[in-house]
T-cell receptor, first 115, second 113 residues
Framework: DTGVSQDPRHKITKRGQNVTFRCDPISEHNRLYWYRQTLGQGPEFLTY????????KSRLLSNRFSAERPKGSFSTLEIQRTEQGDSAMYLC?????????????FGSGTRLTVV | GENVEQHPSTLSVQEGDSAVIKCTYS??????FPWYKQELGKGPQLIIDIRSNVGEKKDQRIAVTLNKTAKHFSLHITETQPEDSAVYFCAASKGGTASKLTFGTGTRLQVTL
């Protein structure tokens, strides 16, 4: 287990289609985060899980977005009825809460292009 | 909510010179301040972090300073090398090392030969 894995790396979809991304965190990490990054900006928080519980969701997150972490391991992020404004890099990160050790490890992201 | 501002947006230095990137934050409850390096096509990578009970931390050529009173923190890179060229992000969190981060807008550092 060498890090956080995200799949796919790139996704091109037509406006109105649904897309789903997957994230596999570092196995012993109990927290998993989703961020969105647009060109020239820093990552923006979307949501996070502790084990299988979704503890916080950004107010900026449209109800077209849903995330799950069913068994406290991998997570999926689904975007329904995609819009051109959803085009961005979607980053997943994981960490081990409660230890005070170094923070997040990010994956390489899924770049979504909505045409 | 927390707001993090970062300056400059671009920085060009000659190899061997020092580079300084500055950030300010708005929420005095923030207690954890990491710095990330992002190379093209990759996710951000943690390079150094500092907690609010510490004023300065150093790791080889990289150092971070924190001024809680002024609510600003800075990244210092000495003896810059071409491989330091990347986008650097500062961030702040209220909940420690494993909590939601608010990121700055990034600094593109270019180290020229």
């Amino acid at each position: 287990d060498t890090g956080v894995s995200q799949d796919p790396r790139h996704k091109i979809t037509k406006r109105g289609q649904n897309v789903t991304f997957r994230c596999d965190p570092i196995s012993e990490h109990n927290r998993l985060y989703w961020y969105r990054q647009t060109l020239g900006q820093g990552p923006e928080f979307l949501t996070y899980f502790q084990n299988e519980a979704q503890l916080e969701k950004s107010r900026l997150l449209s109800n077209r977005f849903s995330a799950e972490r069913p068994k406290g391991s991998f997570s999926t992020l689904e975007i329904q009825r995609t819009e051109q404004g959803d085009s961005a890099m979607y980053l997943c990160a994981s960490s081990l809460a409660g230890t005070g050790l170094n923070g997040y490890t990010f994956g390489s992201g899924t770049r979504l292009t909505v045409v | 909510g927390e707001n993090v501002e970062q300056h400059p947006s671009t920085l060009s230095v000659q190899e061997g010179d020092s580079a300084v990137i500055k950030c300010t934050y708005s929420d005095s409850a923030s207690n954890y301040f990491p710095w990330y390096k992002q190379e093209l096509g990759k996710g951000p990578q943690l390079i150094i972090d500092i907690r609010s009970n510490v004023g300065e931390k150093k790791d080889q050529r990289i150092a971070v300073t924190l001024n809680k009173t002024a609510k600003h923190f800075s990244l210092h890179i000495t003896e810059t090398q071409p491989e330091d060229s990347a986008v650097y992000f500062c961030a702040a969190s209220k909940g420690g090392t494993a909590s939601k981060l608010t990121f700055g807008t990034g600094t593109r550092l270019q180290v020229t030969l």
